[in-house]
Nanobody, 121 residues
């Protein structure tokens, strides 16, 4: 059994910062790539950032230079540091983590419940 718990969302003014966290717990043998997605009302869910087990990172063009994804393997946690936030960043943010729960199994993706980020003055 695997559970992802997200935290860190909230209301922030334009130009402000937030740090999202997503902690995995349960039957975890190994974690591979960890990702952050977001979904705004009326829009499709989109990939924001990803970090591999080797700490390689990728970002959506709209957040490059503003967001930083990182991971703490000892805590099975992925973070998203969001700076210079814009109203367009308003969305529900979801973590997505590739987890292998047993040595003989193939990794599959698990979703967090989502955390609301609202950027407004």
């Amino acid at each position: 059994q695997v559970q992802l718990v997200e935290s860190g969302g909230g209301l922030v003014q334009p130009g402000g910062s937030l740090r999202l966290s997503c902690a995995a717990s349960g039957s975890i043998f190994r974690i591979n790539t960890m990702r952050w997605y977001r979904q705004a009302p009326g829009k499709q869910r989109e990939l924001v950032a990803a970090v591999t087990s080797g700490d390689s990172t990728n970002y959506q063009d709209s957040v490059k230079g503003r967001f930083t994804i990182s991971r703490d393997n000892a805590k099975n946690t992925v973070y998203l540091q969001m700076n210079s936030l814009r109203p367009e960043d308003t969305a529900v943010y979801y973590c997505n983590v590739e987890i292998q729960i047993y040595i003989a199994t193939v990794a599959r993706a698990y979703w967090g419940q989502g955390t609301q980020v609202t950027v407004s003055s």
